[in-house]
């Protein structure tokens, strides 16, 4: 049976070789590179250096966006900014960029997080499941990045959210090689993955630009994804990797180094110590790692055109650029060099964003996953029950609301009933939630599956452990730490008291079952006051069952207790679907049978709302 072009690149990849030349691996055939008439060879023989420039484009974070589509709102996307989102806008970008500089000098890579984050990859992903790259539906993704002629992509962390068998299967739907360095066998310690991709660029009277592409994905996947990956995948550092793999290029012969990393710039760490590696460590591998030229970053969603670090070793600039995310921005490096001493030497490098905003969506690439989008436009839309009044999540930053007691009655639901008839069943059961988007909302009137489903936007799964009353506190006040300490006397800014440290939303936790207030006069670590259990002060060494997500319970926020808490049950099933099954077996959902006011802000004991 003849070899494809798909099972060539991860193959020969993967076994260490990583080099395609030009025309494989979805290089990108083109005409010939221009260089200055008469030019010479090089400073050796006394006449000025042959030129080139090599452009780099880069996308990340993408998640799942194709067109420029609300599948929550079930209408084009905007926000505050006007931002516009998805690979259809992107695309049109990236033909400027090539017809700028030249097709056959440009090359676009990805940074992960590709098959996770709206309605249409998680469809193609639970629905009607891709199963490989011969049978059964087409990722869109994939389809449409095809098109575009992507020439790699790091993997991300949420690519795992679906399990080893879904990646597969995505990765053999792809026309490019997935990297990922530091995603490796857990009992062979080899690459799980293609580390790394080299292309040849032609350059006319000259010899071929060689351009080594290294992927690099992030050690969080560990924790984040443990049901998917233990005993099957290890996620060594970022930095550690890339000291094995970039001298390794070098020595190929690559003349540029680019890394395409699945993580931040600067060194934050969500997990704590529980990953002996850093989250945040783009920045670290430009300090610390010779040899490479520039860093496409991925991972935080932060619009970073461009940031350079100096290697502690070389001396030399490193050159990052972050776009942004959902494909709302487009990276554009560019890097010259010149012939010297019988080889290319990279004399700058220079980066840029560019705003999908400003652009039409490319016709080819919204046609070719149109059939795909209006499958999933007429799934979200399905009416599934009824709301007697309408529910949102605006304020669920610092008020008690219906909408996230909703989220824990549900879950709590679920875990009592899991556990009825074992030797739990007799313990109170705790849930815990976060105000994961505050534009989510519930109608008064008919409720559609994407209207519940705007709820839960993440493949977040339930666990259920046991903590005591002492860690259910010590875990409320870890939560607590997401509000800015505001002074009695001082004016209260509800946009300015939350997001304390840059903690974002979803690391902010509600809990239900107990109440609370949370005096955001004091210091964090001594917010949480009148903790109590059914009208009565909490027993710290009680019991209780904790409803949790598989994203906390395995250690994501770095919440105490937790991750190494005792875990009594726990469900394959997202979140998500289990309240949607949950509003179609009960068929109306009535605030006024759950919630009430179980927690508060207060300031010195006075309530800031009411």
């Given at each position: 049976?003849?070899?494809?072009?798909?099972?060539f690149?991860?193959?020969s990849?993967?076994t260490g070789?990583?080099?395609?030349l030009?025309?494989a691996?979805?290089a990108?055939?083109a005409?010939?590179?221009?260089?200055?008439?008469?030019?010479?060879?090089?400073?050796a023989?006394?006449r000025?250096?042959?030129?080139?420039?090599?452009?780099?484009?880069?996308?990340?974070?993408?998640?799942g966006?194709?067109?420029?589509?609300?599948?929550f709102?079930?209408?084009e996307?905007?926000?505050?900014?006007h931002?516009?989102?998805g690979l259809?806008k992107?695309a049109?970008?990236?033909?400027?960029?090539?017809?700028?500089k030249?097709?056959?000098?440009?090359?676009?890579?990805?940074?992960?997080?590709?098959?996770?984050?709206?309605?249409?990859?998680?469809?193609?992903?639970?629905?009607?499941?891709?199963t490989?790259?011969?049978?059964?539906?087409r990722?869109p993704?994939?389809?449409?990045?095809?098109?575009?002629?992507?020439?790699a992509?790091?993997?991300?962390?949420?690519e795992?959210?679906?399990?080893?068998?879904?990646?597969?299967?995505f990765?053999e739907?792809?026309?490019?090689?997935?990297?990922?360095?530091?995603?490796?066998?857990?009992?062979?310690?080899?690459?799980?993955?293609?580390?790394?991709?080299?292309?040849?660029?032609?350059?006319?009277?000259?010899?071929?630009l060689?351009?080594?592409i290294?992927?690099l994905?992030n050690?969080g996947?560990a924790?984040?994804?443990?049901?998917?990956?233990q005993g099957?995948?290890?996620?060594?550092g970022?930095?550690?990797?890339?000291r094995?793999?970039?001298p390794?290029?070098?020595a190929?012969?690559?003349?540029?180094?680019?890394l395409?990393d699945?993580?931040?710039?600067d060194?934050?760490?969500?997990?704590?110590?529980a990953?002996?590696?850093?989250?945040?460590?783009s920045?670290?591998?430009?300090?610390?790692?010779?040899?490479?030229?520039?860093?496409l970053v991925?991972?935080t969603?932060?619009?970073?055109?461009?940031?350079?670090?100096?290697n502690?070793?070389?001396?030399?600039?490193?050159?990052l650029?972050?776009?942004?995310?959902?494909?709302?921005r487009?990276?554009?490096?560019?890097?010259d060099?010149?012939?010297?001493?019988?080889?290319?030497q990279?004399?700058?490098?220079?980066?840029e964003?560019?705003?999908?905003?400003?652009?039409a969506?490319d016709?080819a690439?919204?046609?070719?996953v149109k059939?795909?989008?209006d499958?999933?436009v007429?799934?979200?839309?399905?009416?599934?029950g009824?709301?007697?009044?309408?529910?949102?999540?605006?304020?669920?930053?610092?008020?008690?609301?219906?909408?996230?007691?909703?989220?824990?009655?549900?879950?709590?639901?679920?875990?009592?009933?899991?556990?009825?008839g074992?030797?739990y069943a007799?313990?109170?059961?705790?849930?815990?939630?976060?105000?994961?988007?505050?534009?989510?909302?519930?109608?008064?009137g008919?409720?559609?599956?994407?209207?519940?489903?705007?709820?839960?936007?993440y493949?977040?799964?339930?666990?259920?452990k046991?903590?005591?009353?002492a860690?259910?506190?010590d875990?409320?006040?870890?939560?607590?730490?997401?509000?800015v300490?505001?002074?009695?006397?001082?004016?209260?800014?509800?946009?300015?008291?939350?997001?304390?440290n840059?903690?974002?939303?979803?690391?902010?936790?509600?809990?239900?079952?107990?109440?609370?207030?949370?005096?955001?006069?004091?210091?964090?670590?001594?917010?949480?006051?009148?903790?109590?259990?059914?009208?009565?002060?909490i027993?710290?060494?009680?019991?209780?069952?904790?409803?949790v997500?598989?994203?906390?319970s395995s250690?994501?926020?770095?919440?105490?207790?937790?991750?190494t808490?005792?875990?009594?049950?726990s469900?394959?099933?997202?979140?998500?679907?289990t309240?949607?099954?949950?509003?179609?077996?009960?068929g109306?959902?009535d605030p006024a049978?759950?919630?009430?006011?179980?927690w508060r802000l207060?300031?010195a004991?006075?309530?800031?709302?009411?």
């Amino acid at each position: 049976m003849p070899l494809n072009r798909r099972d060539f690149i991860n193959r020969s990849a993967a076994t260490g070789a990583g080099v395609a030349l030009a025309g494989a691996a979805g290089a990108v055939a083109a005409p010939t590179a221009q260089a200055d008439p008469g030019t010479g060879a090089g400073k050796a023989q006394g006449r000025p250096p042959k030129t080139f420039s090599l452009r780099v484009l880069g996308t990340t974070d993408l998640h799942g966006h194709a067109l420029n589509w609300d599948y929550f709102t079930n209408a084009e996307y905007d926000d505050a900014a006007h931002n516009d989102v998805g690979l259809a806008k992107i695309a049109t970008l990236v033909e400027q960029a090539r017809a700028e500089k030249g097709h056959d000098r440009t090359l676009l890579i990805d940074a992960g997080d590709i098959i996770q984050g709206t309605q249409l990859s998680y469809y193609y992903a639970r629905v009607e499941p891709i199963t490989g790259a011969r049978s059964g539906p087409r990722h869109p993704m994939a389809l449409a990045m095809n098109q575009m002629r992507y020439d790699a992509a790091a993997l991300g962390n949420h690519e795992f959210n679906y399990g080893i068998p879904l990646l597969r299967a995505f990765q053999e739907q792809c026309d490019f090689p997935l990297l990922a360095a530091n995603a490796v066998d857990a009992t062979t310690l080899k690459p799980a993955f293609p580390p790394y991709l080299v292309k040849e660029i032609k350059v006319q009277g000259a010899a071929p630009l060689k351009v080594g592409i290294l992927g690099l994905t992030n050690p969080g996947i560990a924790i984040w994804d443990k049901a998917n990956v233990q005993g099957k995948m290890a996620f060594p550092g970022l930095v550690e990797q890339a000291r094995t793999y970039v001298p390794k290029l070098r020595a190929m012969g690559c003349d540029v180094v680019v890394l395409t990393d699945h993580s931040g710039l600067d060194g934050g760490t969500s997990y704590g110590d529980a990953v002996p590696y850093p989250e945040n460590a783009s920045s670290l591998v430009a300090a610390q790692v010779p040899g490479i030229d520039a860093i496409l970053v991925g991972h935080t969603h932060r619009e970073v055109a461009s940031r350079t670090v100096v290697n502690e070793e070389t001396g030399k600039s490193v050159v990052l650029s972050e776009p942004l995310c959902w494909g709302e921005r487009l990276s554009v490096f560019d890097i010259d060099v010149e012939f010297d001493r019988g080889r290319w030497q990279v004399v700058s490098v220079t980066a840029e964003v560019r705003n999908a905003n400003t652009v039409a969506e490319d016709p080819a690439v919204a046609k070719l996953v149109k059939d795909e989008h209006d499958k999933v436009v007429a799934y979200v839309n399905q009416i599934i029950g009824t709301c007697k009044e309408a529910m949102s999540a605006a304020q669920s930053t610092y008020k008690d609301t219906p909408i996230i007691d909703f989220i824990n009655l549900v879950q709590a639901d679920t875990v009592k009933k899991a556990l009825a008839g074992t030797a739990y069943a007799s313990l109170p059961v705790l849930s815990e939630a976060s105000p994961f988007s505050r534009s989510a909302s519930i109608p008064a009137g008919n409720v559609s599956l994407r209207d519940v489903a705007g709820l839960y936007i993440y493949e977040n799964t339930l666990d259920a452990k046991i903590l005591t009353g002492a860690q259910v506190k010590d875990y409320l006040e870890w939560s607590a730490a997401y509000f800015v300490q505001t002074a009695p006397d001082a004016p209260v800014d509800v946009s300015k008291i939350t997001n304390a440290n840059n903690t974002p939303d979803y690391s902010y936790d509600v809990l239900s079952g107990v109440s609370y207030d949370i005096d955001i006069a004091q210091p964090a670590g001594s917010r949480i006051v009148g903790l109590t259990f059914q009208g009565a002060p909490i027993d710290p060494a009680a019991q209780f069952v904790l409803a949790v997500n598989n994203y906390r319970s395995s250690g994501g926020s770095n919440y105490p207790h937790v991750a190494t808490a005792q875990s009594v049950w726990s469900n394959s099933d997202e979140i998500r679907n289990t309240i949607i099954a949950w509003v179609q077996a009960n068929g109306t959902i009535d605030p006024a049978t759950f919630g009430g006011d179980q927690w508060r802000l207060t300031r010195a004991g006075v309530p800031l709302f009411g």
